[in-house]
């Protein structure tokens, strides 16, 4: 008879002394045995499983899969679903395998890093993508927070910078100025205003020049003006406060 589900073998026909024993119950121990034979795996490899290999569960100290002569590395069953492996994995160019290298740097979308990772000190930033080439991938700059920058807050119309202009700015240039009292005809000497004829000698309104030139006012003063920037809404609100999802670097210990 074949092995029971625990994989005991009992013998098919037991034989007492001084009794006689036949063929056909001989040979029935005898193809019994043959067909258990045949059922068990060669050590040589010659031929492979036709069903599950089952091992006892092990330890990580004394693994149920193990090798002739290195007894505590090979594999255990660490948890229900989970399998536990004894000693050092390599790659087969003789390297410590991992799925992250030591040092290796990530973001976690999570707020402590997880076990066998070291969060770095870094707080309150911006993730700026560069290339390779630029060399200063891993580095950090800059001097103000992220949250500083990017907030909702209000700028007066009032301290709005003033815009000094200069002549190299706006460009000398000159304002010609008709006293019309000769007609309309083309622009000359004859039909400028100057000071003593059109405005006296009244300093206050003065144009330039003299009584026997053209009289014109240059306008390239360093003066300060004011430009009124319209902000939309209220006028005064400025909104930088963008959503943003927190995250933190650590490294691969």
Known sequence: MPRNGSGTMSVSNSFSSGTTISSSEMNANFT?????????????GQAAMTGQLKITA???GAPGLIFSTDTDCGIFRAAADTIGVAGTLQTSAGEDYDAFAAGTSMLFYQATAPTGWTAENLNDRALRVVSQASGVGGGSAGTTAFSSV??????????????????????????????????????????????TADFGNNSNYLAGGSATIADRG??????????????????TALDFAVQYSDVIIATKD
């Not at 019994?32 to 040589?44: G, I, K, M, Q, Y």
């Not at 003033?162 to 083309?186: C, E, K, P, R, Y």
């Not at 240059?218 to 006028?235: D, E």
């Open 32 to 44: 019994d045995f043959a067909s258990e034979v045949t059922n068990s795996l060669p050590r040589d």
């Open 218 to 235: 240059l306008t390239s003063s360093n003066g300060a003006h004011t430009h009124t920037v319209p902000l939309g809404g209220s006028g």
């Open 150 to 195: 990017m907030t909702s807050r209000t700028i007066s119309q009032a301290n709005l910078p003033n815009v000094n202009l200069t002549a190299a700015s706006d460009g000398a240039h000159q304002h010609f100025i008709m006293n019309g009292t000769s007609g309309t005809g083309s622009v000359s000497s004859s039909n400028y205003m100057n000071a």
């Open 58 to 60: 092990g330890t990580s």
